[in-house]
C-alpha cells in the first residue's frame, strides 16, 4: 500500500516537471524545488476555486469543464499519471490489477467511468511540459 510521502516528488528532465499528486496547494506553495512558475499558476489561478489544503489527487475529480482551474490546465497540456483498477475478464486477465496511464485532463474530467471508479484510482503525478509552463501567461 503506499505511503503518504509515496506521490510527494517533484522530478525534472529536459522538456518535463513531474509533480507527485499527493502535495497540498499549500505544501506545493512551500516547496523550494517546485517551478517558480507553477507556484505563480498556483497562487494567480487555481487557489481561486479551492483551499490550500486541496490535493491535486481530490480537486480532478471535483473539477468542472465551466471552472477556470479546469481551463488553466487545459491551456497547460496538463496530463496526469492514473492507475486504474482493471477487473478479471476470465479471458486475458485471470485477477484484477492496476494498470498506470497517462491521461490528459479533458479525459479525467469529462470520463462518467473514471468518476465512478474514483475511490480505486491511485492519482500518481501530474505531467506539465516545460515549453507549455514558459509559453503560459500570468
Not at 528532465?13 to 505563480?40: H, Q, T, V
Amino acid at each position: 500500500m503506499p505511503q503518504e510521502n509515496d506521490f510527494k516528488y517533484v522530478l525534472q528532465d529536459f522538456g518535463n516537471i513531474y509533480i507527485g499528486a499527493r502535495f497540498s496547494y499549500r505544501e506545493m506553495l512551500a516547496r523550494e524545488d517546485m517551478p517558480f512558475k507553477w507556484k505563480a499558476i498556483v497562487r494567480h489561478y487555481l487557489l481561486k476555486e479551492v483551499s490550500e489544503d486541496t490535493t491535486l489527487e481530490n480537486h480532478i475529480f471535483y473539477m468542472k469543464e465551466t471552472d477556470f482551474s479546469y481551463q488553466t490546465l487545459k491551456e497547460l497540456k496538463a496530463a496526469f499519471k492514473l492507475s486504474v483498477w482493471q477487473a478479471p475478464d476470465g479471458k486475458r486477465r485471470k485477477s484484477g490489477r492496476y494498470e498506470s496511464r497517462d491521461y490528459r485532463i479533458e479525459e479525467i474530467v469529462g470520463s462518467k467511468e473514471l468518476h465512478r471508479q474514483m475511490d480505486t484510482i491511485v492519482v500518481e503525478e501530474l505531467h506539465l511540459s516545460k515549453l507549455a509552463l514558459m509559453t503560459f501567461a500570468v
